[in-house]
């Protein structure tokens, strides 16, 4: 007879699933649909050598590989195209400015956080959005946020309050919320008897050219950003910086992911 001891080594041990807010969470949220990405423990930053919210994905098999490694990260959502979260820290801030302007938040998907809420929307808008309003931050498939289950340094547990079904943002708020059209600018003439963007947009161009090695990086992602601060996004000049610096040395990896995120800082 075995002795009990021996009886026991050989018993096959049943191994655990792995446990933490990405693990319990994460697998559902992409089965409903969710693109999710793992997150540091009770923070909202991306694992170094991620690509953030880039990396959000409903692929079962690579979430199942992110839940052996990163079982006890939070879990964020990257908002599909078309989906607009409504951040809200300040509710305190947020209604009176509603009472203002007449508005309200029709009932929604809403996520309880530390400290607001996350209220779910469609919306349409041609023109990239503006977070202006007091006490709100504007989240779309340029960024991300947490998702139900990921875990506050406070310890609080972000939850889904209203289980509503997502409806569409009202047309009126739509005016507090996208940037202003561009205005136009007067056309200027090249030497070459060609259109430019403007004699400003052309001088950001030819510093570029001139920028020492070191330098250039820094500036292309300053120049873009002016471009959409002062030309409106100006396709023209954008393709003009982006085409200028490959021709001086860096890299189109460096300059698609330079460009990439300023058009997210500048149009989020």
Same mark, same amino acid.
């Given at each position: 007879?075995?002795?009990?001891?021996?009886?026991?080594?050989?018993?096959?041990? %049943?191994? /655990?699933?792995?446990?933490?807010?990405?693990?319990?969470? /994460?697998?559902?949220? @992409? /089965? $409903?649909?969710?693109?999710?990405?793992?997150?540091?423990?009770?923070?909202?930053?991306?694992?170094?050598? %991620?690509?953030? !919210?880039? $990396?959000?994905?409903?692929? #079962?098999?690579?979430?199942?590989?992110?839940?052996?490694?990163?079982?006890?990260?939070?879990?964020?959502?990257?908002?599909? *195209?078309?989906?607009?979260?409504?951040?809200?820290?300040? @509710?305190?801030?947020?209604?009176?400015?509603?009472?203002? !302007?007449?508005? %309200?938040?029709?009932?929604?998907? *809403?996520?309880?956080?530390?400290?607001?809420? !996350?209220?779910?929307?469609?919306?349409? %808008?041609?023109?990239?959005?503006?977070?202006?309003?007091?006490?709100?931050?504007?989240?779309?498939?340029?960024?991300?946020?947490? @998702? &139900?289950?990921?875990?506050?340094?406070?310890?609080?547990?972000?939850? *889904?309050?209203?289980?509503? &079904?997502?409806?569409?943002?009202?047309?009126?708020?739509?005016? !507090?919320? #996208?940037?202003?059209?561009?205005?136009?600018?007067?056309?200027?003439? +090249?030497?070459?008897?060609?259109?430019?963007?403007? +004699? &400003?947009?052309?001088?950001?161009?030819?510093?570029?050219?001139?920028?020492?090695?070191?330098?250039?990086?820094?500036?292309?992602?300053?120049?873009?950003?002016?471009?959409?601060?002062?030309?409106?996004?100006?396709?023209?000049?954008?393709?003009?910086?982006?085409?200028?610096?490959?021709?001086?040395?860096?890299?189109?990896?460096? *300059?698609? /992911?330079?460009?990439?995120?300023?058009?997210? #800082?500048?149009?989020?």
């Amino acid at each position: 007879m075995k002795s009990a001891a021996r009886q026991a080594k050989s018993t096959p041990r %049943s191994i /655990a699933p792995p446990a933490g807010p990405f693990a319990q969470h /994460a697998p559902a949220l @992409a /089965a $409903d649909g969710w693109a999710v990405f793992p997150l540091v423990p009770r923070d909202k930053t991306p694992y170094a050598g %991620s690509h953030g !919210h880039l $990396d959000a994905t409903t692929d #079962q098999a690579q979430i199942e590989r992110w839940t052996r490694i990163h079982a006890n990260g939070n879990i964020g959502i990257r908002p599909a *195209v078309g989906m607009l979260v409504v951040d809200i820290d300040s @509710a305190a801030l947020l209604a009176p400015w509603m009472n203002e !302007h007449g508005l %309200s938040l029709p009932p929604t998907r *809403v996520v309880r956080t530390n400290r607001g809420s !996350h209220y779910y929307y469609t919306f349409s %808008s041609e023109r990239p959005l503006l977070a202006a309003i007091p006490g709100v931050d504007l989240k779309t498939e340029k960024g991300f946020v947490l @998702a &139900p289950g990921s875990v506050h340094k406070s310890g609080r547990i972000y939850r *889904v309050w209203r289980d509503f &079904p997502i409806t569409e943002l009202p047309i009126e708020w739509l005016e !507090h919320i #996208q940037r202003p059209e561009p205005k136009p600018r007067p056309r200027v003439v +090249t030497r070459s008897g060609g259109a430019s963007v403007g +004699t &400003p947009g052309l001088r950001l161009v030819r510093l570029l050219g001139v920028k020492a090695e070191g330098e250039r990086r820094g500036f292309l992602m300053y120049a873009i950003g002016e471009a959409y601060r002062v030309y409106g996004g100006s396709a023209d000049l954008i393709e003009r910086l982006c085409n200028t610096a490959i021709s001086i040395g860096l890299s189109p990896t460096e *300059v698609d /992911a330079a460009r990439q995120y300023i058009e997210e #800082q500048e149009t989020s």
